[in-house]
């Protein structure tokens, strides 16, 4: 571990480096709070510790301000002093302090103490790390690893406010695919996960701008927001789909429709009427949908 040890006593500076050394990890110092905020502004540490006493900022004021500079990203901080009243620990670990020490230090609690703040922060970092992959997983759905409905909605209305503010137009599809219930009872479900799987790839390709959205809104239905496309530029956007889907060739022996998997679209488009919201846009491309479904699927209407 790297650690800032934050100490205005030379002698003391020294004596700490050795003990740190000593004990497998490499000391960096600060002779004073200021120089300590700086450094720490500039480097990653592991871990702090913090003299109590020293002229300018004290070991409390700079731990105070060290923990608002880092936030949410917590370095352990163990205080050394040869302040020994209860107050004063109290108030060390009141400003951010994790632990304290009373001079003069024993090498081998020192090391002992590092060792068990260290394992606690390695911790912390692990459970970090699975949050966030947590937090990412819950954004999308696990069969194709598109969006699900609920981020779809969340960053839905972000595009919506940001996008009637700026009076630019929005297209939104809802996408349907072709006698799957058919498909399903004719080549059993797997198949089925497999054949929504290869579409959603195909629906991904087809949308190729960072902020177009797309999601599996239900079991065989995704939907996809296009901000600043106008009517034509949907109308091109749903072709691409359609193309990219026969391209796919998946056979569909039972449909109704053709001898491959097809899709239905509707598609609505916004130019921002007063009143209009976010669910007014997707009901009428489920409208749209429905349109297509009854004339004869594998189309686009808008
Ligand atoms: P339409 O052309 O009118 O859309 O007909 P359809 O048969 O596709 O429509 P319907 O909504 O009646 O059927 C959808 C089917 O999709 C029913 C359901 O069993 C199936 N389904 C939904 N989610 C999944 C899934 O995750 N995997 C599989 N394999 N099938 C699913
Ligand atoms: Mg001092
Ligand atoms: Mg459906
Ligand atoms: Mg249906
Ligand atoms: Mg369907």
Redesign the pocket.
């Known amino acids: 571990m790297k650690i800032l040890v934050v100490e205005d006593s030379a002698t003391l500076r020294h004596a700490m480096g050795g003990y740190i050394t000593n004990a497998g990890h490499t000391p960096v110092f600060a002779k004073s709070g200021e120089e300590g905020l700086q450094m720490l502004e500039n480097t990653a540490f592991d871990m702090i510790i913090m003299d109590v006493e020293m002229p300018g900022l004290n070991g409390f004021e700079t731990t105070r301000l060290m923990r608002e500079w880092l936030g949410d990203h917590w370095i352990p901080i163990i205080f050394v002093t040869g302040k020994s009243e209860e107050e004063s620990f109290a108030e060390g670990i009141e400003a951010g302090g994790d632990d304290y020490l009373i001079k003069p230090v024993s090498p081998v609690i020192l090391k002992a103490k590092i060792s068990a703040l260290g394992r606690i922060s390695e911790m912390r970092d692990q459970m970090q790390k699975l949050n966030e992959e947590l937090e990412k997983l819950s954004q999308r759905d696990s069969l194709t690893g598109c969006y699900n409905r609920r981020t779809f909605l969340e960053q839905a209305r972000q595009q919506w406010s940001q996008a009637s503010r700026g009076q630019t137009p929005m297209a939104l599809m809802m996408l349907?695919i072709d006698h799957?219930?058919l498909y399903n009872d004719h080549y059993g479900h797997p198949a089925g996960d497999s054949c929504i799987t290869q579409v959603a790839k195909a629906l991904q390709e087809s949308v190729k701008r960072p902020y177009d959205l797309l999601a599996r809104y239900g079991g065989e239905?995704f939907i996809l927001l296009l901000p600043e496309t106008d009517l034509a530029g949907a109308r091109r956007v749903g072709e691409t789909i359609r193309q990219n889907i026969a391209r796919l060739g998946v056979r569909h022996a039972a449909s109704k429709t053709s001898n491959l998997v097809t899709v239905s679209i509707g598609c609505s488009t916004s130019h921002f009427t007063t009143g209009r919201t976010l669910e007014d846009l997707i009901n009428h491309a489920d409208q749209m949908l429905y349109q297509s479904?009854s004339d004869g699927r594998d189309r686009l209407t808008l």
Do not use: I, L, N
């Open positions: 349907d799957f219930k239905e479904k």
